[in-house]
């Protein structure tokens, strides 16, 4: 089949979700230099899920998460002891140092400690494995199969979440044959469904993929970042607006205020770390069944409805973890496809292409302006439980309207 005709049998959508309440955003533009000590106070959703409650029943604790992307610093104060060997496959110096801190945040994100008033990750006891390839500059050294490369290896290694802050703008048939490769060795993959929301809102991979799990970014009012990339590469969202990161491969200073699809997949892998360590026994399929079911999905949410601006809703491992909220099912069924995922195999094939970071960095994310995108109100639940961390988060409730009625669509399933 080609790539414009099979797609998953995953989801009804609703169609658009409009804010009809007059909440507004202000966002902070980018602090040159953040102090330390304050970027855990920057890290707005940490409260809002409740991770203290959270962290007396899960850290993290036993997993491992493939970090694909520009390299991880290991000596910075949060990562002490976080990062085990990982592959560089760019065809460089061999090593897995990041080159532009982007890969040492989103490692941050899901594992950082916190020590020395680093980023704290929403995962802390997991461990990350470092898969270097090529973004931006280094993008046209000699290893054209980079991420593909990044991706196999991390399938055979002993990480369970293969996280992917990046995204290309065309697939491969061994992106494809990586991806299902991983799938079938039972990993859990997360990418970013990329930056341009408010430009040409085209698919990236390997978002795009049946086997990867699409992540939309969502700000502290639970409205889709304006930016975020919608359609039906998106399965789940997570916070993704004004997250701190690392501001340069000097890692001296952290930066303030960014948006983008990328820090949302780091938070969405994390969260499946948190609900592995708690379910060790589990299956990749599990533990992502219940991270769609216990989601945030708002008032007026129709059941079995998927959004193609928040997918199956807002991660709230709370939710779980704290409340039970969400069934593991069958170990063995894919909940995105329906598919039982012990005999998945690769596809179609396209021309080789270069990844864009989809994530914080001031020449890529946009800054400065309110997010007037789409929304659905927050889903109640006791306090401290994780529970109000639904897609409007902090306790704001708003009205939403669905336009348009319900769709169906696929995500593409090549033959």
């Known amino acids: 089949m080609t790539t414009g005709t099979a797609r998953r049998l995953r989801r009804r959508v609703t169609c658009a979700v409009a804010l009809v309440s007059a909440w507004t955003i202000g966002f902070v533009g980018l602090a040159p230099a953040a102090a330390a000590e304050d970027i855990r106070a920057q890290q707005w959703y940490l409260d809002a899920m409740h991770v203290d409650k959270i962290w007396k029943k899960a850290t993290g604790e036993g997993v491992k998460v493939a970090v694909i992307d520009s390299g991880v610093n290991a000596s910075t104060p949060s990562l002490k002891g976080q990062v085990l060997k990982g592959l560089d496959t760019t065809g460089g110096d061999g090593k897995t140092d990041d080159y532009s801190g982007h890969g040492t945040t989103m490692a941050e994100l899901i594992a950082g400690t916190g020590r020395g008033g680093g980023i704290q990750g929403l995962a802390p006891k997991s461990k990350i494995i470092p898969f270097r390839i090529a973004l931006d500059g280094i993008s046209r050294r000699k290893n054209s199969w980079h991420v593909e490369d990044a991706m196999q290896a991390a399938a055979e290694s002993d990480a369970k979440i293969i996280s992917m802050s990046f995204g290309v703008f065309g697939e491969t048939e061994r ?86 699809t990328s820090a949302a997949t780091a938070i969405a892998s994390a969260t499946a770390a948190l609900i592995w360590s708690l379910h060790p026994e589990w299956t990749a399929n599990q533990v992502l069944r219940v991270m769609l079911e216990s989601a945030g999905k708002g008032e007026g949410w129709k059941p079995g409805t998927v959004s193609n601006y928040v997918g199956h809703g807002v991660v709230r491992p709370g939710a779980h973890i704290n409340r039970g909220l969400g069934k593991p099912g069958d170990p063995n069924i894919n909940p995105l496809t329906n598919e039982n995922t012990t005999g998945a195999k690769g596809g179609s094939s396209a021309s080789p292409a270069s990844p864009a970071a989809s994530a914080p960095a001031s020449s890529q994310a946009p800054q400065g302006r309110p997010t007037p995108g789409q929304t659905v109100a927050g889903s109640g639940g006791g306090a401290g439980d994780g529970s109000s961390l639904g897609l409007i988060l902090g306790g704001a409730a708003a009205a939403v309207v669905v336009a348009g009625g319900i769709f169906f669509v696929r995500k593409r399933r090549t033959a």
């Not at 009012?221 to 304006?226: L, N």
Request: proline share 5%; charged share 25%; hydrophobic share 30%.
């Open 175 to 260: 992106m494809r044959e990586a991806a299902a490769y991983a799938q079938k060795r039972g990993k859990l993959l997360f990418a970013s469904a990329g930056n341009t929301g408010d430009e040409d809102n085209k698919s990236q991979y390997p978002a795009g993929l049946p086997e990867t799990v699409g992540v939309a970014a969502t700000d502290s009012e639970g409205r889709v970042g304006k930016y975020s990339t919608h359609g039906e590469m998106v399965d789940i969202s997570a916070p993704g607006s004004d997250i701190p990161y690392w501001c340069d491969a000097t890692f001296t200073r952290y930066c303030d205020g960014a948006d983008g």
